[in-house]
Structure formats: structure tokens, C-alpha cells
């Protein structure tokens, strides 16, 4: 794994609404400006967590620096903090939350993933 690739691993990392939307909702949604938006969204987040729990017990997918040393030393401290297992992924069920949620409340803003769960860009 190149460096780079672990960098933009660690990156998309924080899951909250400002990192996910703000690439399409511009330089100004941030989290001094619409406090109530990441609180909303964040109760919204964890109560997907009663849901996607349940599923992550039933199929104890292990996380992939378990299979892989090498991707446990990259990743030593993320290894340590992460519990449980893999699938279904919380950063997925995260993203398309919050691009169901948006998207319903600006029609006028499209949005489409384009490299992975936590970059929306506009189609526009």
C-alpha cells in the first residue's frame, strides 16, 4: 500500500455531514453555521447503528487488516480503536443516509457518489 493510499484512507475517515455534503454544499456549510443540521444528522446516524448492528453480528465479516498484517501495521491505531465486524459497512450506510436525507431537502442540489462513500460531488 503507497503512502498516498493511506493517507486518502485516513481521510475519509470522519463520517459527519459537514465532511460528507460539503464538497456540494459548498465552503460555507460548516458546522459554526448550520449546528442543528450535524446535530440532526447525527441522531439520525446513530439510531441507522440499532439497525446495521444487529446485521454486523449476524455475519462477523472481519476487518481486512485482520487478513492482512501488513494493512495492520499501516493501520495499527484504527485496528486497535475498531471493534466488530466489517459488514454491512457503517461508513455506506452513513453516506447514503445523508444523500437520502439531503438530497430529499435540496432536489436542486444533485448528488452522486463518485469515488467512494464519503465523496459526494455534484452532477451538475
Not at 446513530?46 to 453480528?57: C, E, H, R, S, W
Request: glycine residues 12%.
Amino acid at each position: 500500500m503507497t503512502p498516498e493510499r493511506a493517507s486518502a484512507i485516513r481521510n475519509d475517515l470522519p463520517q459527519d455531514v459537514y465532511n460528507i455534503a460539503g464538497p456540494v454544499l459548498g465552503p460555507n456549510f460548516t458546522k459554526d453555521n448550520f449546528p442543528l443540521t450535524g446535530e440532526f444528522i447525527g441522531k439520525v446516524v446513530k439510531d441507522a447503528g440499532f439497525g446495521v448492528g444487529p446485521v454486523k453480528q449476524k455475519y462477523m465479516k472481519p476487518r481486512p487488516f485482520k487478513y492482512s498484517g501488513d494493512l495492520g501495521k499501516i493501520f495499527d491505531d484504527i485496528a486497535r480503536s475498531t471493534g466488530g465486524a466489517t459488514y454491512p459497512s457503517g461508513h455506506s450506510t452513513t453516506a447514503f443516509e445523508v444523500a437520502l436525507i439531503l438530497g430529499t431537502m435540496l432536489p436542486s442540489k444533485p448528488m452522486r457518489s463518485t469515488s467512494g462513500p464519503t465523496h459526494i460531488r455534484s452532477t451538475a
